[in-house]
């Protein structure tokens, strides 16, 4: 069983469309995260959610609107796509309510390929 | 702000031992972390530091000095499939703030 799940793997897609990646963890956690790693590797925070409510938006564009409908998942929307979102966009959860530190650490979703062309 | 800082690369033989810095300078902080990333793969967690000292599970161990803002990854009797990039992470106020990563390349 896969424990975060995003969908779809490959997203290629022409500049100016809209497009939606979904996730889903099925470990019971509360917490869940979208982050973006770019083509240097760096991996950045973009939202976070506890529980359904948004408790971390970092300096994002306002084309992204994340959409948490229960614990267990976690929608990313990009309106109006450009060549800069090209990235990998990872998903994650952890255990932990807002603040509380885990020991556990995040278990990251297999990651969405975004392509724009 | 959050500033974490990491060799980008780093080279070591099979067989051998390599030790990964982090330093970081964060608002706060509520534990580090080290992650392993192999090429087009999502990170997996490998440690959790919260109190100064060293935590050791299996050939991997991570030190945190908290007063220096300084860790490090321990990597004992390396083997070719530890080639990866490797991620150090600081928590403050609900999210973890990720390194650049070191590229580790294990050579026979």
């Known amino acids: 069983d896969t424990a975060v799940s995003q969908t779809p793997k490959y997203l290629v897609t022409q500049m100016g469309n809209d497009k939606s990646i979904k996730c889903e963890q099925n470990?019971?956690?509360?917490?869940m995260y979208w982050y973006k790693q770019d083509s240097k590797k760096f991996l950045k925070i973009m939202f976070s959610y506890n529980n359904k409510e948004l408790i971390i938006n970092e300096t994002v564009p306002n084309r992204f609107s994340p959409k948490s409908p229960d614990k267990a998942h976690l929608n990313l929307h990009i309106n109006s796509l450009e060549l800069g979102d090209s990235a990998v966009y990872f998903c994650a959860s952890s255990q932990d309510a807002r603040g509380a530190a885990s020991k556990n650490g995040y278990t990251f979703g297999s990651g969405t390929r975004l392509t724009v062309v | 702000g959050q500033n974490i800082d990491q060799p980008t690369e780093m080279t070591a033989t099979e067989g051998a031992i390599v030790q990964i810095n982090c330093t970081y300078q964060?608002?706060?902080?509520?534990?580090l972390f080290w992650y392993q990333q192999h090429a087009g793969e999502a990170p997996t967690f490998l440690s959790y530091?919260?109190?100064?000292g060293l935590e050791e599970k299996g050939r991997f161990s991570s030190f945190l000095s908290r007063s220096k803002g300084y860790s490090y990854l321990l990597l004992k009797e390396l083997q070719m499939k530890d080639s990866a990039s490797y991620l150090c992470?600081?928590?403050?106020?609900?999210?973890?703030?990720f390194g650049d990563g070191t590229t580790l390349t294990v050579k026979p």
């Open positions: 992470a600081v928590r403050d106020a609900g999210k973890s703030t």
């Open positions: 470990l019971g956690h509360d917490t």
């Open positions: 530091n919260v109190l100064d």
């Open positions: 964060t608002s706060g902080f509520n534990g």
